[in-house]
């Protein structure tokens, strides 16, 4: 009896071992490992035994030839046994993305509710996959059902502040779908540059894609670096990447900042400011590079008076643009920016002073709203919906925006109260451009965010009744790049960070544990040196302190 009690322990204690050795993020619904693999090599076949699957085939030959040097041939028909089949299994789940995957002596068996399930099986079987370059590639034993949680799961690059080539643009959708997050927002216009080609208006990008140079360190900077910084995306450029998201089942959702963050715009076409004859104003304590007078694209950050003028010339640029975004992004959401739009400009200009009384409008606000709601008409028209950021609530909520909350969660609620979809995105728990730790090496914008106050974060606030609730689709993490200029920077910043918010909005809570997330970061690191992703270690850091204490994080305005 005794000896059959060892045999057992010793047979637990195996499989405990193989599940440690499993390690999927985002943590899956149910994962049951046991002892024993399956290998791939390159005789291997994928079996598409459903319609419709390619997709999920080619990126995992994609990415078995560039890490470890083979593809497998991709059949339609062909033995169930010792090959990698993908499949569908109904389950009616009502957000897409549920699978179920089986691995045992018999091979691979992924089936997803829909196409996207069973990519996103695929993404799991690839964290199933030695993090070293070999030829027989061991799949641990597995039973896994796995489904998510929010329905939006996104993640924002600020492309204004600093170009990043469309070359990178792909990884950094592939960063997205690896963690199993559906939604890229691309944040293409900005005060220091105007980054997508519009056919109509050509100086958007001859001009406003480009700055004179740029600020050195922190705001408002020590010198400036005198280089001329800028890029653009063509249109043919965007076409590749919004199919190359879609085969990844990512949803581009493309960001034209209005009323404000609009000096590159202004800066090809000054009609478009109330004050098309003033020269571009900066602060005095900031340093500046080349000619001053005349309407230039913004070196420093921040937020700039400068605003678009509500004339008719504007908002026929701005259906102009859109009609051309339109053309380019098929998502159901167009995001219109919305934040940070001084009122200064609007107080001075006799035309809107005398738009406002016309109107009946309460005030500036009321004006901002007005804007806001016009341009909401045309995309409504068009069979678009907007999202904005919170400040769209000033004034008074279009009818029928979607809010991105991003000033804590206030806004958010606000909206949900109001029968408003809404997207968290409050600073103190996904501003990725925020430092990881007090001792950060490298210029941030401020701000402080840990590993672990992102793994914490909970999207659904507590305020919000069962029914309100249903109104949060999700949550996205952002990335400015004021700090940011390059890739090793960015990815610095992005990861583990990124690692820990896919648990938030793929995991269900139940699952979520935080300890198991910091054990499996071990063998996510290894992956992030073998994927050739920069990351910050910080977490390894034995001097580095957790420190939860809401009132210790500064709040830093941009
Ligand atoms: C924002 O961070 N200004 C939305």
Redesign the pocket.
Known sequence: MKKIASILLLALSFITIQAQEVCIIPQPSKLVSSKGNFNITNKTQIVLAGSGLEKSSAFLNDFLEKFYGFKLKVVSKGDFKNNIVLNYYKMEYPIAGAYNMHVNKDGVMIEGDNATGTFYGIQSLIQLLPAEKTSSLAVPFVDIEDKPRFAYRGMMLDVGRHFFPASYIKKYIDFIAMHKLNTFQWHLTEDQGWRIEIKKYPKLTSVGAYRNGTIVGRFPGKSNDGIREGGFYTQAEIKELVKYAADRFVTIIPEIEMPGHASAAIAAYPQLSCFPDSSTKHSSKTPWSGPTNGKYVQQTWGVFEDVFAPTDYTFNFIQDVLDEVMQLFPSKYIHIGG??CPKTAWKKSEFCQQLIKDKNLKDEHGLQSYFIQRVEKYLNGKGRQIIG?DEILEGGLAPNAAVMS?RGEKGGIEAAKQKHKVIMTPTTYVYFDYSQTKHEDSVTIGGYLTLKMVYDYEPIPKQLSKEDEKYVLGAQA?L?TEYIANSSKLEYMLFPRLTALSEVLWSSKENKNWNNFEKKLATQFKRYDFWNWNYSKVILDPTTKIIEDQNELSTVK?
């Open positions: 934040d940070e950021w991003w952002n400015w941009k």
